[in-house]
């Protein structure tokens, strides 16, 4: 196995990673289906100054070095057996926040000791004990909360309740301090509810790809930032691999992107210290992208900059 600091792109750690990990866990976080990003190329704008970067966003009082998010991904010692521990502490050493899944293989309150980010948390709406877990997520200091709605998985399948209605969303918020965002929206209806019932926050997602024949999360972003209009931060995740994937969907209007799986690649090859090189990575090259683009910063990022490309049906 090379140094991690011999690997010089994000998707080189998920070779490491298949070789590292057994056939079954590997495949958890294998492939992604990538068609959707390929159908979208750039437009860069020329002779604009892009020295003085920026990429910092700030979300819910919190100053975010970068949009890259480490996204939720459950039972991470199924990759590592320090899990969310060692996620944690590269996620800190790269000052990228992390999003802890209510399954988490470590407890919240002992992820939460570790954390020197801001540390966000996500349960789905329809698991078993997910009003505890909220409750010992805020008390842990969590400074926002994701819940996800659709369908959550039992052994890798969708759970007996594959919906969640608002009632059960307003009876898990009761009484919690965090800001709340609705992760797994994919229409502007949805986005538009969500806003009107009082979310701070939206995740376009379709949380893993449980949802068969759907459009990605990246083909409907724009529709609904459109549709939120700007009265709360829109965030995106779904298949994010590459620097390239991150920069289109901030020019599509997304404040921030969740990054689950090339985290788990770093997490399975070298620990902490691939996680802290994974996001390292990404975040350098997308500032690299965006200084090509002739965006210093995300404000500059705009939909000109890049085209959608139509699908080609065979």
């Known amino acids: 196995m090379p140094p991690s600091g011999e690997l010089v792109n994000a998707l080189e750690f998920e070779e490491v990673a298949r070789l590292t990990l057994p056939a079954a866990a590997y495949s958890t976080i294998a492939g992604g289906d990538r068609a959707a990003f390929e159908r979208i190329t750039f437009r860069p704008r020329m002779m604009v100054p892009a020295l003085d970067m920026d990429l910092s966003v700030e979300l819910f009082g919190d100053t975010h070095f970068t949009p890259i998010l480490v996204g939720p991904v459950a039972d991470q010692k199924r990759y590592h057996t320090d899990g969310e521990l060692a996620t944690v502490r590269g996620a800190t050493a790269a000052k990228a926040a992390m999003i802890v899944s ?58 007996a309740n594959p919906r969640a209605d608002w009632k059960a969303i307003d009876r898990l918020r009761r009484n919690l301090a965090p800001p709340i965002l609705i992760k797994g929206l994919m229409t502007t209806q949805d986005a538009k509810a969500a806003v009107e019932r009082g979310a701070h926050g939206i995740v376009v997602s379709n949380h893993g790809g449980v949802a068969s024949n759907t459009l990605a999360p990246i083909e409907v972003l724009p529709s609904i ?82 085209k959608v490309h139509q699908r080609q049906y065979p």
């Open 102 to 159: 209510s399954r988490s293989s470590v407890p919240i309150a002992d992820v939460a000791a570790q954390a020197k980010t801001p540390l966000w948390f996500a349960a789905y709406v329809d698991e078993e004990g997910a009003e505890a877990r909220l409750q010992q997520a805020a008390a842990a200091g969590c400074t926002a909360i994701c819940l996800t709605i659709g369908a959550s998985l039992e052994n890798g399948r969708p759970a």
């Open 225 to 306: 930032v459109d549709a939120v209009g700007g009265r709360v931060p829109v965030l995106v995740d779904g298949s994010f691999r590459r620097n390239s994937d991150i920069v289109k969907a901030l020019a599509f209007g997304a404040q921030a992107v969740l990054v689950a799986r090339p985290v788990m690649w770093g997490l399975a090859a070298y620990g902490a210290e691939g996680v802290q090189a994974v996001i390292e990575i990404l975040q350098s090259d997308v500032a690299r992208n965006m200084g090509a683009l002739g965006a210093p910063t995300l404000k500059a990022l705009t939909r000109s900059m890049v």
